[in-house]
């Protein structure tokens, strides 16, 4: 993970796990990771014990939900991000993704979190998103979703601006998004205890496909 390792100065890696491999100690040990990070099919429960009998911790847990796009919806007020709505969006922005297993792991601290997320806001506006969509309310970007692929990236509402349904026209307007550039199956991945992003991607018609577990072991930051 060169992008993570570089961002928070130490050796970041992810374990991928072939179908019924067996981990031990002495193969954790060889990776020499600062933080090492492995999602886990949530019915695996066999394979989590184990890892956290190896000193793994679960972070995390998360549905993968998608959704077959048939047709247009209606997204009023959701328009193309510009370049002066990212100061806007960056300040309601802090401390908004508390869900996050970032803010949850013991190895990264509150600081690195939130530098974390400001980060990846900045990057969607600076071309590592395929789009980015805003609800203006007011002539002010009162909600955001960042595009890339099939995958809805990220998506956040001012907290002063929630239960409006800006959420779902938001969603709306990525699914004409993806519709309008060939894409039919729309995914987004979501941490099982976001209530609100499980109930606005439910009722926006996604169906969960997949449920994994992230499970981690490092060296332990202060917070």
């Known amino acids: 993970m060169e992008w993570d390792t570089k961002f928070f100065g130490r050796a970041i890696g992810e374990m991928l796990l072939s179908p019924g491999e067996k981990v031990t100690q002495n193969f954790i040990s060889s990776l020499d990771y600062d933080y090492l990070i492995t999602r886990v099919d949530a019915g695996n429960l066999k394979l989590i014990q184990s890892l956290e009998q190896l000193g793994f911790i679960t972070e995390d847990w998360s549905y993968i939900f998608h959704k077959k796009i048939t047709g247009f919806e209606r997204a009023t007020g959701v328009r193309p991000a510009r370049e002066d709505d990212l100061p806007v969006v960056k300040e309601y922005c802090r401390g908004l993704f508390a869900n996050s297993r970032f803010y949850k792991s013991p190895y990264v601290t509150i600081e690195e979190a939130d530098r974390l997320h400001e980060t990846w806001i900045e990057n969607l506006w600076h071309h590592q998103a395929d789009a980015v969509l805003v609800f203006e309310l007011d002539g002010y970007p009162s909600g955001f979703i960042g595009l890339k692929g099939e995958f809805i990236q990220l998506t956040g509402v001012n907290p002063r601006h929630q239960k409006r349904g800006i959420g779902r026209s938001l969603v ?23 209530l609100p992003a ?18 981690s072991i490092g060296k332990e930051m202060k917070k």
């Not at 499980?198 to 499970?215: D, H, M, R």
Request: proline content about 2%.
């Open 198 to 215: 499980v109930s606005l991607y439910v009722n926006a018609g996604f169906s969960p496909i997949k449920c994994e577990a992230t499970l």
């Open 172 to 194: 709306h307007g990525a699914l004409n998004w993806f519709l309008e550039h060939g894409v039919t199956v729309a995914k987004v991945r979501t941490q099982v205890n976001n």
